[in-house]
């Protein structure tokens, strides 16, 4: 089956700070993958889309200058989390969509802002 | 290592009843999620179990058995929109999730 990877897993950071979150896709191209977030014991939530050679898509609410997502391959997604504060704290997912809009899901990863 | 088991692929008539089956393996529990995803779009949430039983949201309900690593999604009176891929997931004790691959539904009239 395709896999997805992200990295890191666990990031604990500083107030301020700026953290890097990677999205691969290893065994497939993706046009397009997605980036969601979740808070403990509640649904995923939508944070963008992000296509390849183009700028992201946000959701309503997501500001765009803080999660800045860049999707420079087809295998590769990073979102950034900029001047990250402890509200920003929160599990973080990405999902890579393969041809046929089969989307797999990245493992995760968790964000702890002090 | 830790599993999360669902069928890949599932037919089921207009108007009738499936369930969706999903075991895990997994380092601890935190809760289970059933999602649905339409082809080409986001998964969007249908259930969070977390303590043994049947859980009844309308057409859907989700079962779960921590003891057995067992549950399952009911649809009733399925309808062609139905027709998507269940994905289910399990928190850790970590709190990551763990992914089953998916279960593609196919609902014919």
């Known amino acids: 089956g395709a896999v997805v990877s992200q990295h890191p897993s666990r990031v604990i950071c500083k107030s301020g700070t700026s953290v890097k979150i990677e999205c691969r896709s290893l065994d497939f191209q993706a046009t397009t993958m997605f980036w969601y977030r979740q808070f403990p014991k509640q649904s995923l939530m939508l944070m963008a889309t992000s296509n390849e050679g183009s700028k992201a898509t946000y959701e309503q609410g997501v500001e765009k200058d803080k999660f800045l997502i860049n999707h420079a391959s087809l295998t590769l997604s990073t979102l950034t989390v900029t001047s990250a504060h402890p509200e920003d704290s929160s599990f973080y997912i990405c999902?890579?969509?393969?041809?046929?809009?089969?989307?797999?899901f990245g493992p995760g990863t968790r964000l702890t802002v002090t | 290592g830790q599993n999360i088991d669902q069928p890949t692929e599932m037919t089921a008539t207009e108007g009738a009843i499936v369930q969706i089956n999903c075991t895990y393996q997994?380092?601890?529990?935190?809760?289970l999620f059933w999602y649905q995803q339409h082809a080409g779009e986001a998964p969007t949430f249908l259930s969070y179990n977390v303590l043994d039983g049947l859980e009844e949201k309308g057409r859907f309900s989700s079962f779960l058995s921590r003891s057995k690593g067992y549950s399952y999604l009911l649809l009733k009176e399925l309808q062609m929109k139905d027709s998507a891929s269940y994905l289910c997931?399990?928190?850790?004790?970590?709190?990551?999730?763990?992914w089953g691959a998916g279960t593609k539904l196919i609902i014919k009239p």
């Open positions: 997931a399990v928190v850790d004790s970590n709190y990551q999730l763990i």
């Open positions: 997994t380092s601890g529990f935190n809760g």
């Open positions: 999902s890579a969509d393969r041809d046929r809009g089969e989307q797999y």
